[in-house]
């Protein structure tokens, strides 16, 4: 089976032939490249992924590799020492055309093998989730994850926290530096729209990490979820302490901020290193 690469936003597709457009920038099927395989001497044991090494010593091997949690595609000789979109380990890269057996090392975190951005022929866009289950709840679980990872829900539904916030804490600050009534009532509805939403983007998140990213703890994935629990816990805080004390933009207007711009900079975080697994950069 061939793999076909895009050349405008890297995605990957498996199959005879490119996609007629790309599931994730929709560009044309002349914009797909296929990804060459490294010509290997069938007589030769199979090649295992060198350890990382500083001295003239270490072996090269020619071809692409490709990081098995996100599916970034490196040109080296060698692999990264570190994945520069996931932080995945060396140890978690394989060369294109070959499996990953044996190339998991003691102490690294293994991966199973599966199919991460496109598992289907039909659907470039699925992960492979396997069969559907035989009892209904659990087909109906099964059915709610493909839709949640097909049409990317977290990806999504993130924008909305993430648009919304800024704004509420720009109307907090304005409403104590000129106590003015509407922007706090303004700020209030932001905010309980933001809670509304997080349990959608923290449930579609937990579904993506645990599914598209095989649930790798690097430090990366392990950064962005505390940092979505900060917004989601500032978030409820804020909304209690409103309930609690109606005029704390005016009693206490300095803690109150405080509160807010940690909310929003934990959302900055997440969105950033969200930002960097969808676009690879």
């Not at 645990?210 to 392990?222: E, H, M, S, T, V």
Request: proline letters at 9%.
């Amino acid at each position: 089976m061939k793999k076909w690469v895009c050349t405008v936003c890297g995605y990957i597709h498996v199959g005879d032939e490119p996609p007629d457009t790309c599931p994730v920038c929709g560009a044309d099927k002349s914009m797909f490249e296929e990804v060459k395989e490294a010509a290997i001497d069938s007589m030769a044991p199979e090649p295992t992924i060198p350890a990382p090494s500083t001295d003239a010593t270490t072996s090269a091997v020619n071809g692409k590799w490709e990081c098995t949690v996100c599916g970034t595609l490196d040109d080296g000789d060698n692999p990264p020492a570190e994945c520069p979109v996931c932080g995945a380990d060396q140890s978690l890269f394989n060369r294109i055309g070959e499996t990953a057996a044996g190339a998991s090392q003691p102490g690294k975190p293994k991966i199973p093998e599966a199919p991460r951005h496109g598992g289907s022929a039909t659907d470039p866009r699925s992960v492979d989730l396997g069969p559907e289950p035989a009892s209904f709840k659990a087909r109906l679980h099964h059915r709610v994850i493909a839709q949640i990872l097909k049409h990317h829900v977290h990806p999504v539904s993130v924008h909305i926290p993430n648009g919304v916030i800024p704004f509420s804490v720009l109307f907090v600050m304005l409403a104590a530096a000129f106590d003015c009534r509407a922007l706090e009532i303004a700020a209030q509805c932001n905010m309980i729209f933001v809670v509304l939403t997080m349990p959608i983007v923290l449930y579609s998140g937990y579904v993506e990490w645990q599914k598209r990213y095989k649930g790798f703890p690097g430090n990366r994935f392990i950064a962005k979820i505390v940092a979505a629990a900060v917004v989601t816990v500032s978030a409820v805080a804020v909304i209690v302490w409103w309930w609690i004390d109606p005029a704390v933009v005016q009693h206490k207007p300095g803690s109150f901020i405080l509160v807010n711009l940690i909310m929003l900079f934990a959302a900055a975080v997440a969105g950033l290193i969200g930002g960097k697994l969808v676009f690879r950069d």
